[in-house]
């Protein structure tokens, strides 16, 4: 959970973004507003967003399967994006994908309150509530056991709020024959019951109005640990949950022996009498007894309660070895590898050592995709519809993105598919430099050395490591200078290059500027991008 947070949440956002089709100025300060309305929204509108992917993360690894439902909250006014546990999303049996199954149900949890607000606003129809079902899982039950936590009264309801495929007749969207009989063809819904009494609160298209193929909207993302044979994942309970409850007997096994070894009982005969009571023993306390014969210790046996044992110690550190092996969670031993070792190697220990983790992080990315294009779809839907619209950074509403930027966009998370972990990153950013020194010239070394900044968490990066692209228009004796001081420069093509040329050449010429550059042990380096620039100009 700690890793998956940080890697897919940074500070900054989850979303950067893809242009769809060929790259054009439009496109890219689409992609930017997109990028950045997006993350406002996420960080700072939806304060809901960060919390309930932590409590989603903490629950995938145990449980192997978790959801998240994104929805327009109509009493809030905006988009939201709720976690969901394995055991409160009902799938058919057989079931593989969210997107084709014919019904997904959501169990909901509202007070009589709640439910009263929504029949008022005419989300549910108008009906008389029965008592609540007050009956709770075993799942449930269990779960109160282990945390501690128990309701003595919950009087909330329990709903069913199914995401199905139905045929309605008396639905003007559903196909009939010459007699007016249903053809048979199904339709996506959202019908609600209630619990107990199954009573249906409300039923709903569940597409789009002007959609004339009726596609289902999909409401739920479905996050997997490791995929399973059937509709839910795998996780460490099914995994190692033999490993771990054979490590909890053994561990209690060793805890009994140490605790009978420290406080043994044993047999005193019937003859031997200790002064006031049968009390255990303060220390420094010396009792009188009366012994009916022999020595003391002849009227007392200990019971042979043994040490724990070393064979008992030596398999509890193996089941929990092998436990660990198995789920692919060992500790990476970084002090074991050798400072001289090629990066090569390192990088393959990192990816075979994480390969597990690895593919757990590709499906968390792949699911936090899906999670972030319903998000966006709803954010584009309620944005400038009405075609006006005005960009002004500085504005309150500066951040928001129009409806037609997102259309040129593809929302993707932050987070890297091809590496589970920062250290990965840096390894192979390290191994792509170390190939750059061999032959610099076909590298663009201030891009990759500012994408290593990036990697490493660094911020203004494009003020530490300007490039081409960041470089505005200039006259010519800027450009000079800034050859001088190692900055890049850039040609436009709207500039006067007779005058751009001529001074540059002019400089070039000049003694007082040969000289400098005759004691500038950077000199070689500086004329080569004087003449880089010169050619662009002439280009």
């Known amino acids: ?99 084709t199954c014919y019904r997904v149900t959501h169990v909901l949890r509202k007070t009589k309150s709640e439910i009263i607000k929504l029949q008022q606003a005419g989300f549910y129809r ?23 936590f128990s309701a003595n009264d919950d009087d909330r309801y329990t709903l069913y709020e199914s995401h199905v495929d139905l045929v309605i007749k008396s639905d003007e969207y559903t196909e009939t024959d010459d007699d007016g009989e249903p053809l048979g063809i199904t339709l996506p819904y959202v ?21 004339t193929l009726h596609l289902k909207r999909q409401h739920f993302v479905h996050y997997q640990y490791i995929p399973g044979f059937g509709s839910y994942g795998f996780g460490l309970f099914h995994l190692i949950g033999g490993f771990a409850e054979s490590a909890t007997s053994l561990m209690r096994q060793l805890i009994d022996a140490g605790t009978l070894s420290n406080l043994p009982g044993g047999l005193k005969s019937r003859g031997l009498r200790i002064k006031g009571d049968d009390t255990p023993i303060s220390p420094g306390e010396w009792r009188d007894v009366d012994v009916g014969s022999g020595p003391i210790r002849d009227n007392i046996l200990p019971l042979p309660y043994k040490e724990p044992s070393g064979t008992l110690y030596n398999l509890l550190n193996t089941v929990v070895e092998e436990g660990r092996r198995f789920a692919a969670t060992a500790d990476i031993k970084i002090s074991d590898m050798s400072n001289q070792a090629p990066v090569g190697s390192t990088l393959a220990i990192l990816e075979r050592t994480l390969k597990v983790m690895s593919a757990v992080q590709a499906r968390t990315h792949y699911s936090l995709k899906q999670e972030l294009r319903l998000i966006a779809d709803i954010i584009r839907d309620s944005r400038y519809d009405d075609g006006e619209y005005d960009y002004d950074v500085d504005a309150p509403a500066g951040r928001m993105a129009k409806a037609e930027d997102y259309g040129m966009v593809d929302i993707i998370p932050v987070s890297d598919p091809n590496a589970a972990t920062m250290s990965q990153r840096v390894v192979q950013y390290q191994a792509v430099i170390q190939m750059a020194q061999m032959s610099p010239q076909i590298y663009d070394l201030p891009q990759l050395h500012r994408q290593m900044l990036q990697v490493l968490g660094i911020k203004n990066v494009e003020k530490l ?28 093509a709207f500039q006067d290059h007779e005058a751009h040329i001529a001074v540059h050449q002019a400089s070039m010429q000049d003694p007082v500027m040969a000289q400098i550059m005759g004691q500038n042990p950077q000199a070689a380096v500086m004329q080569q991008a004087m003449m880089s620039h010169l050619s662009e100009h002439v280009g």
């Open 1 to 99: 959970q700690s890793e998956s947070i940080t890697e897919t949440f940074p500070a900054q956002g989850p979303v950067k973004t893809k242009i769809l089709g060929k790259q054009t100025p439009e496109k890219d300060e689409a992609a930017t507003r997109v990028q950045d309305d997006m993350n406002y929204e996420l960080t700072e509108v939806m304060k809901e967003f960060r919390p309930e992917h932590e409590r989603m993360l903490w629950s995938l690894p145990a449980t192997g399967s978790a959801f998240k439902k994104v929805y327009f909250d109509p009493s809030i006014g905006r988009q939201v994006s709720m976690f969901i546990p394995a055991e409160d999303i009902i799938l058919p049996y057989g079931a593989t994908d969210l997107d």
């Open 465 to 492: 490591i300007p490039t081409e692209d960041d470089q505005k228009p200039v006259d010519p004796v800027t450009e000079n200078m800034n050859v001088l001081a190692g900055k890049p420069v850039k040609a436009f």
């Open 126 to 148: 108008d009906i008389e509530l029965p008592d609540p079902d007050r009956s709770k899982t075993d799942i449930q039950q269990a779960k109160d056991k282990e945390t501690g």
């Open 191 to 211: 019908m609600t019951i209630l619990k107990g009494s199954n009573d249906v609160l409300s039923i709903r298209r569940n597409w789009k109005e002007d959609d």
